[in-house]
Structure formats: C-alpha cells, structure tokens
T-cell receptor, first 116, second 111 residues
Framework: NAGVTQTPKFQVLKTGQSMTLQCAQD?????MYWYRQDPGMGLRLIYY???????DKGEVPNGYNVSRLNKREFSLRLESAAPSQTSVYFC???????????????FGDGTRLSIL | GQQVMQIPQYQHVQEGEDFTTYCNSS?????IQWYKQRPGGHPVFLIQ???SGEVKKQKRLTFQFGEAKKNSSLHITATQTTDVGTYFC???????????WGAGTKLIIKP
C-alpha cells in the first residue's frame, strides 16, 4: 500500500503565483488534514476534513483553500503565494475520531515549498 | 487557544545515555499522542495515551500521562543511533479533531 501520497515533492513559486498541492490516501480513512511545518516549530493545522463532504479551518487557514474531492483526495490551494508561506506541507489521514479519543494520523512525505 | 509546551528543544546525549522529553498543558487534555520524525522525513505515530496516570512501554521507550491529564513524558532508556530524530507530542481537548502539536524535542547523539 502507498498510504498517503503527496505531489509535488518540491516546488518553487514566485510571489503572487497560485498552486494546488495534491494529496491522496488509499487506507479508506474518513478524515484528512493539511499541516505546515516551519523550522523549530511543531506542525500547525491549516485545514481538516473530518469526513467526505466537510472541511473546517484549523489554526492557520488564512491564505489557503481546500477541496475534499472525494474520500481519497484532499487538495490544498494557495491562491496568491506569499514568502511567509514558504514551508514544508504535510498531508495526513486518519480513521474518524472516536467518542473520546483521536485516531493515529498517517502522513505523506511532504511538499517542500519555497516562495520567492 | 490551547497550547502544548514541549521541553527541551534539543537534547544531546552520548549513545547509551537516557533521553526524556516533556509536554505540558494548562488545560486538561482528552488524549495525547507521540510521534517521531527522522531528519528529512515525516512524523510517524508511536503511541496514544488516554487514561489518567497511564503508562505504556515499547521496548526501550516509556510513555506516561499525568494524573491530572495535563502533562506527559517520553523516556528512552540507553539511546541508540536509530533513536535520532525529533519527538513530538500532539494533544487534543474533548470532542476535537484538531491536534495541537508541541514544538518537538530533537534527540542528537554525540559523536
């Protein structure tokens, strides 16, 4: 099994350009997540999708949009890239949260994005 | 908003020495997860703690959840080179899909 697949692995953009990061999972998970990771910091949640057809803002949603295309795919779009969005972006998926506990999250290999 | 403080930021050890990282929250946590991220890699789930005072072991790794469910620790006994990486805690409050991540503790083995 591939698990969680992210494309592209690397990308360089100019300020103001737009881009969509793709994520697909083959584990039949209901929930999917987009994080960004900056040096010396933990992961910060951008958006998540608890189940197919729903999306919700996380801790740092400004400047991003998401689409839960189907159960497998969850994309992240930067409409007008800014240097502050230079980061490593991780997509993750998990089974749906239980009544009193979260589920382990499975991560893709990440997209290393630089905005000049 | 909810925050999880993780210390230390770095820990340099000789191979064979022990390693400990701590996570603390000012609010009661529903559960806490621990992940390991190798250099250049992605976070990999290690374990989840749910119950007050819970202690779980995985070989040389011992995970604890505080009695008040506001703190947690990961202890590695007799570190090996394969333990190198950054260890993150990630916690949530009740009825919440969002995990709040600690900043991570980077384990460095001295040459």
């Amino acid at each position: 099994n591939a698990g969680v697949t992210q494309t592209p692995k690397f990308q360089v953009l100019k300020t103001g350009q737009s881009m969509t990061l793709q994520c697909a999972q083959d584990m039949n998970h209901n929930s999917m997540y987009w994080y960004r990771q900056d040096p010396g910091m933990g992961l910060r949640l951008i958006y998540y999708s608890a189940s197919e057809g729903t999306t919700d803002k996380g801790e740092v949603p400004n400047g991003y949009n998401v689409s839960r295309l189907n159960k497998r795919e969850f994309s992240l779009r930067l409409e007008s890239a800014a240097p502050s969005q230079t980061s490593v972006y991780f997509c993750a998926s998990s089974r749906e949260r239980g009544s009193n506990s979260n589920q382990p999250q499975h991560f893709g290999d990440g997209t290393r994005l630089s905005i000049l | 908003g909810q925050q999880v403080m993780q210390i230390p930021q770095y820990q340099h050890v000789q191979e064979g020495e022990d390693f400990t990282t701590y996570c603390n929250s000012s609010t009661t946590l529903s559960n806490i997860q621990w992940y390991k991220q190798r250099p250049g890699g992605h976070p990999v789930f290690l374990i989840q703690l749910v119950k007050s005072g819970e202690v779980k072991k995985q070989k040389r790794l011992t995970f604890q959840f505080g009695e008040a469910k506001k703190n947690s620790s990961l202890h590695i006994t007799a570190t090996q080179t394969t333990d190198v990486g950054t260890y993150f805690c990630a916690a949530s409050g009740d009825s919440n899909y969002q995990l709040i991540w600690g900043a991570g503790t980077k384990l460095i083995i001295k040459p």
